[in-house]
């Protein structure tokens, strides 16, 4: 299976979602970093499903690294971070062994490998995400180091709109409300998002979102042309997220409806340092960082899994069959999925940066 990514620092994934452990490997971190486990938890930990928002499914989610570190320094040996999976409940999805969900990976995951594991949607779950933050949390680490951070919130849920980032002023402090439990800047737009996904969990029904995220501290420089640029390797990895559906840079889609001349970032000079003054193109030109801050948008499509009678197909007798399909599932993915997007987006920095040092190097 396709489960890694990475040039520079590669990032694997594995694991099932009712299988013994899940977990991540790490191979290509520069060594001498000290690590702090108990942050690490604590940024993870921003994933787990503690409230009527998500799955009632409720794991502990506690990170083991069992190699990579020597004296809490990374020491140039792959990483491993596992995950054990204590609370599952493999009879709950007898029934969609051979009846596959809606919209899900079932049908596509049976064309393709006939014998899979079915239980949680095997390898293709959201579970996977948690040794996905485990990993981003490592290299959330060691960028701070260089003055790099990464911080999402929840733009969007049906008609539903937070407060957007600043996208030529956003500071780090903004993320500090995401990172202690909200999933919003506006504290009455995550309240009137929560209405929205309670009433579609009292309908047996789901609703989907968008995530914004900006990375703050990038150099200019960073990325290659045409198709390794930071718009490509990231838009690639962010994909790699289950339900994510589509994702835009500054303006996006929205710069269709712009002239060239009202969608153009003009340059400046601000204390001695060359900027655009807005960030239309949210931080890449060219598929190459210009040293604004990264804005991006990543859409989740309201979860597959839901609870009213759908129709579906008999994978053994190749008859419709209709279904009613038991587990516990997120009502909307988007909430938990914030830590997730800066995951992805501080493991591509982190790999990103690591290809720059190399090309300095290399330029002597």
Request: glycine letters at 10%.
């Amino acid at each position: 299976m396709s489960s890694d990514f990475g040039k520079n620092l590669r990032v694997s994934i594995f694991g099932q979602s009712h299988s013994a452990a899940i977990g991540a490997v790490l191979d290509g971190l520069p060594s001498g970093y000290r690590i702090d486990l108990d942050a690490l938890q604590a940024f993870a930990d921003r994933r787990r499903a503690v409230d009527v928002l998500s799955t009632a499914r409720r794991e502990g989610d506690k990170i083991r690294v069992v190699s990579g570190l020597f004296e809490d320094k990374t020491c140039g040996a792959p990483l491993c971070a596992i995950i054990e999976n204590t609370d599952v409940r493999s009879a709950d999805y007898d029934k969609i062994r051979f009846l596959p969900r809606p919209s899900h990976a079932d049908f596509t995951s049976f064309e393709k490998y006939a014998f899979r594991d079915h239980r949680g949607g095997g390898h293709f779950s959201s579970r996977l995400t948690a040794p996905l933050c485990a990993a981003g949390g490592i290299a959330k680490q060691i960028l701070s180091e260089f003055g790099i951070y990464a911080g999402a919130h929840v733009q969007k849920i049906k008609d539903i709109s937070d407060t957007p980032f600043d996208p030529v002023a956003v500071k780090r402090a903004d993320f500090s409300v995401c990172e202690t439990g909200s999933p919003c800047l506006d504290k009455n737009a995550a309240e009137k998002m929560k209405a929205a996904i309670l009433s579609a969990k009292s309908e047996c029904d789901s609703v989907g979102g968008v995530v914004e995220c900006a990375v703050l501290g990038l150099p200019a420089g960073l990325g290659e042309p045409n198709f390794g640029g930071v718009e490509n390797v990231l838009s690639a990895n962010l994909f790699g997220i289950p339900a994510v559906k589509g994702v835009e840079f500054g303006n996006g889609f929205d710069a269709v409806s712009l002239f060239g001349s009202q969608n153009n970032d003009e340059f400046k000079v601000e204390n001695g340092k060359i900027v655009t003054a807005t960030n239309r193109a949210g931080g890449v030109n060219g598929g190459i960082t210009n040293g604004m801050p990264l804005i991006f948008r990543v859409a989740f499509k309201p979860t597959a899994s839901i609870f009213k009678e759908q129709n579906s197909v008999n994978l053994q007798s190749g008859k419709e069959e209709t279904l009613l399909i038991s587990g516990r599932h997120d009502p909307c993915i988007a909430v938990r999925a914030v830590p997730v997007v800066e995951s992805v987006a501080y493991l591509t920095a982190l790999d990103l940066y690591l290809g720059a040092q190399k090309d300095k190097l290399n330029r002597g």
